[in-house]
């Protein structure tokens, strides 16, 4: 159950957030348990985002899952995203922020898990 939801201020075409898509889809696979059958990915481009006095490219990602991992976990996963959205899009590494949440309920289909 993990969900992405991916700011950045500049344009995503449709044909990037396809292969971002796909991309993540794997990507997510580095926390143990998760994989893209049970992500959800929003995209918002060209937000209004300003990091470090500038609107210079940048992304921020937020994750959400269901559980908790550990450090190690995180630090795989933060990896990997900074490298995709730094080469898919024109964002470098070092504007890029990844925020986590663990969320202890998670609810689907009229249930809670």
Same mark, same amino acid.
């Given at each position: 159950? =993990?969900?992405?939801?991916v700011k950045t201020n500049t344009a995503i075409s449709s044909e990037t957030e396809t292969a971002l898509?796909? %991309?993540? @889809?794997?990507?997510?696979?580095?926390? =143990? @348990?998760?994989?893209? #059958?049970?992500?959800?990915? %929003? &995209?918002?481009?060209?937000?209004?985002?300003?990091?470090?006095?500038t609107d210079a490219p940048t992304v921020i990602a937020e994750v959400s899952v269901f559980g908790s991992?550990?450090?190690? %976990?995180?630090?795989?996963?933060?990896?990997?995203?900074?490298?995709?959205?730094?080469?898919?899009?024109?964002? =470098?590494? %070092?504007?890029?922020?990844?925020?986590?949440?663990?969320?202890?309920?998670?609810?689907?289909?009229?249930? #809670? &898990?």
């Amino acid at each position: 159950m =993990p969900f992405i939801q991916v700011k950045t201020n500049t344009a995503i075409s449709s044909e990037t957030e396809t292969a971002l898509k796909a %991309d993540l @889809g794997q990507a997510i696979s580095l926390l =143990p @348990g998760k994989s893209e #059958n049970w992500l959800m990915i %929003d &995209f918002a481009p060209e937000a209004h985002l300003w990091f470090r006095g500038t609107d210079a490219p940048t992304v921020i990602a937020e994750v959400s899952v269901f559980g908790s991992f550990s450090g190690g %976990d995180y630090e795989k996963l933060t990896a990997e995203l900074c490298r995709i959205f730094s080469s898919r899009l024109p964002v =470098p590494s %070092d504007r890029i922020y990844v925020k986590y949440s663990e969320v202890p309920f998670w609810g689907w289909n009229g249930s #809670n &898990f």
